[in-house]
């Protein structure tokens, strides 16, 4: 729409999305790099003035994925310690979504959606470290301030292959950021 402001979203997907990089010996150039990408490619959408939806978030690299490395010990005390502090400062550059929409679904909703894509890379996940990102990710959105929050249960939901689905989710997605219905 031509004068409305503009909206950000942010689609936070727990593992569907995912891409596993665990790189020895801790803190990893490969993942300040990733960061790097994001807060540049976030910047630069918030500073677009255009409405954008964006698939991950830099809150899940820090309070699901690197936090879970810490714990299982592939992440050291000092880099996470290290990797925390470089979080808080990079979200100091960026603005929060005006609405988090969390898809959330369950252990065998997610092993099923993995199936599905076929990526070899993600074939050899286990389901204990399913479960390990999946609490956080549910620790991490029962506890996210930063804004607006849409949960949105896609166990019962297959908005890939039906239309009625998907419209569902844009229905809520509309309800919540216009106030209809």
Same mark, same amino acid.
């Not at 988090?100 to 286990?126: F, H, V």
């Given at each position: 729409?031509?004068?409305?402001?503009?909206?950000?979203?942010?689609?936070?997907?727990?593992?569907?999305?995912?891409?596993?990089?665990?790189?020895?010996?801790?803190?990893?150039?490969?993942?300040?790099?990733?960061?790097?990408?994001?807060?540049?490619? @976030?910047?630069?959408?918030?500073?677009?003035?255009?409405?954008?939806?964006? &698939?991950?978030? $830099? /809150?899940?690299? #820090?309070? +699901?994925?690197?936090?879970?490395?810490?714990?299982?010990?592939?992440?050291?005390?000092?880099?996470?310690?290290?990797?925390? @502090?470089?979080?808080?400062?990079?979200?100091?550059?960026?603005?929060?979504? &005006?609405?988090? $929409? /969390?898809?959330? #679904?369950? +252990?065998?909703?997610?092993?099923?959606?993995?199936?599905?894509?076929?990526?070899?890379?993600?074939?050899?996940?286990?389901?204990?470290?399913?479960?390990?990102?999946?609490?956080?990710?549910?620790?991490?959105?029962?506890?996210?301030?930063?804004?607006?929050?849409?949960?949105?249960?896609?166990?019962?939901?297959?908005?890939?292959?039906?239309?009625?689905?998907?419209?569902?989710?844009?229905?809520?997605?509309?309800?919540?950021?216009?106030?209809?219905?």
């Amino acid at each position: 729409m031509a004068g409305a402001p503009s909206t950000r979203m942010w689609i936070t997907i727990p593992i569907w999305m995912i891409s596993i990089k665990i790189c020895p010996n801790g803190l990893s150039p490969c993942r300040c790099i990733f960061w790097e990408v994001d807060l540049d490619r @976030s910047k630069k959408l918030g500073e677009s003035g255009k409405n954008i939806i964006q &698939d991950r978030t $830099i /809150y899940e690299d #820090a309070h +699901i994925f690197a936090e879970n490395l810490n714990e299982m010990n592939l992440l050291s005390d000092r880099d996470y310690s290290n990797y925390t @502090s470089l979080f808080n400062l990079m979200k100091s550059f960026v603005s929060a979504p &005006d609405l988090l $929409i /969390y898809l959330k #679904a369950d +252990i065998s909703t997610l092993t099923k959606q993995i199936a599905k894509r076929g990526r070899e890379y993600e074939a050899g996940i286990s389901i204990d470290y399913l479960m390990r990102l999946n609490k956080k990710y549910e620790a991490w959105i029962n506890s996210y301030k930063e804004g607006k929050l849409l949960i949105i249960d896609v166990n019962d939901l297959d908005f890939v292959e039906r239309e009625e689905d998907f419209g569902y989710i844009l229905e809520r997605i509309d309800a919540e950021l216009n106030g209809l219905f």
